[in-house]
């Protein structure tokens, strides 16, 4: 991200504005939430372009072979921009070592999903040492107890009713949902005389 003349000028008097706070002039302040929009704006679009590089990077991991050079091409960029390779690249990569650019990718690709499993486990490993604090439990006012004048409890929630079914009515049984079945009667026979 690149910033012009006038708005590191901007940036520059809202640094030290901060280290030092003073009332500021309305055209200062404008400025600020200028430069504020700027900078949010631009954050967004990088996100964008980001979610079109990956698409753009998947499209081409999926064709390939056929689409090699554009592949390793959108992969070193990505790479550039922070991206962590899937294990998908890494098999392609695996697939095109036999090119010197693909192998030393590959390289790259390893080191870096090495870094990230890492500190993914690092991550799960901490937040499994450090259980989260608890918050004690207190007793609310009411409930049965109360009646009692013992010590006061909860009162359980009462079961939401059941949709579809007026309450009171038992529910029907299958058996009147669905009779049975009768067999047809069979056609009465008719004896031929003789």
Do not use: W
């Amino acid at each position: 991200m690149a910033f012009s003349a006038d708005e590191l000028r901007v940036l520059r008097r809202a640094l030290a504005i901060a280290l030092h706070p003073m009332p500021l002039p309305d055209e200062d302040v404008q400025d600020c939430l200028r430069l504020a929009g700027a900078v949010d704006e631009a954050v967004g679009e990088a996100g964008r372009l980001r979610t079109f590089l990956l698409a753009d990077l998947v499209r081409y991991r999926n064709a390939l072979p056929g689409s090699v050079s554009g592949y390793l091409e959108l992969l070193q960029d990505a790479l550039a921009g922070g991206y962590d390779p899937r294990p998908d690249d890494l098999a392609a990569l695996r697939a095109l070592r036999h090119r010197p650019v693909a192998a030393a990718l590959l390289e790259r690709c390893q080191v870096l999903a090495e870094r990230s499993v890492r500190a993914r486990l690092a991550g799960r490993a901490a937040s499994a040492k450090a259980p989260a604090p608890r918050s004690r439990l207190l007793a609310l006012p009411g409930g049965r107890a109360a009646a009692d004048d013992g010590p006061e409890q909860p009162k359980a929630p009462a079961a939401p009713p059941r949709p579809g079914r007026p309450s009171g009515r038992p529910a029907p049984k299958p058996s009147e949902v669905f009779p049975p079945r009768r067999r047809p009667a069979p056609p009465p026979q008719q004896r031929a005389a003789g």
